[in-house]
């Protein structure tokens, strides 16, 4: 029963074989898990506090962003409790000036570009599942996409991160400092990782300025 979980998960819990169906299955539909419950946490704070109880009891917990992947990362095996990071989906700040931007690991992709794109900026990464991809998704996987030639992977485009390691911990990482270079830089250590080492729950990222003109050759 998740029940104990429900008491503190804002976003509800999705139960049952219908309502988790589009969290068990790939994108490409080529892999299949048999998760039973969904977890839909809205704050950094209920990721945590889901994470602290699963980590006591031995529960095994399989994040997910926008489940768009073409490997079955995302995709439970067996029954785990799937985490849904699509609720935290809050920009938390924009400086227009350096570009640095801040938000929520479940904002989709697509949604940051347009609200960079009314302040001059754009995002670093563009995919073809930009409408549905989540930016902590894409920091989990290091999504490489159309952009990466010029303004090169995420371990460069990064400036900070929120992470929630297995036992519930917060570990706050989250500066927009470009010029950093004081200890070690633990922000990279998450940056593909996969969800392995912890959940990220936000982004502090570089957005360059968008570009004046465009130009296809064929």
């Known amino acids: 029963s998740c029940a104990p979980l429900a008491s503190f998960v804002s976003g509800g819990v999705l139960e049952g074989a219908a309502d988790c169906e589009s969290y068990n ?20 704070h209920e990721v945590s506090a889901i994470l602290a109880y ?4 031995r529960l095994a917990v ?29 920009v938390r700040s924009f400086d227009a000036d350096s570009g640095a931007l801040v938000a ?14 009314a302040h001059g900026h754009c995002m670093p990464l563009d995919l073809g599942a930009k409408g549905s991809c989540t930016i902590g998704g894409n920091v989990s996987t290091n999504a490489g996409g159309l952009r990466f030639l010029r303004y090169g992977s995420l371990h460069g485009s990064v400036l900070g991160l929120e992470v929630v390691r297995a036992d519930g911990t917060v ?6 400092l ?24 936000g982004v502090a990222i570089h957005t360059p300025r968008a570009p004046r003109a465009t130009h296809v050759a064929l």
């Open 178 to 201: 470009r010029k950093d270079n004081v200890g070690y830089d633990l922000k990279q250590l998450f940056i593909g990782s996969e969800g392995t080492l912890g959940v990220v729950t």
């Open 104 to 117: 929520d690991a479940g904002c989709v992709l697509e949604s940051l570009d347009s609200f960079v794109r």
């Open 54 to 57: 699963c980590h006591s009891r």
């Open 62 to 90: 399989v994040p997910q962003g926008g489940n768009t992947g073409l490997v079955g990362g995302s995709v439970p095996i067996a029954d785990e409790l799937v985490l849904s990071l699509r609720g935290l989906d809050r």
């Open 25 to 44: 299955v790939d994108w490409m539909r080529k892999y299949r898990g048999r998760a039973s419950a969904v977890l839909r946490p809205k704050s950094t």
């Open 171 to 176: 570990l706050d990482l989250l500066t927009t």
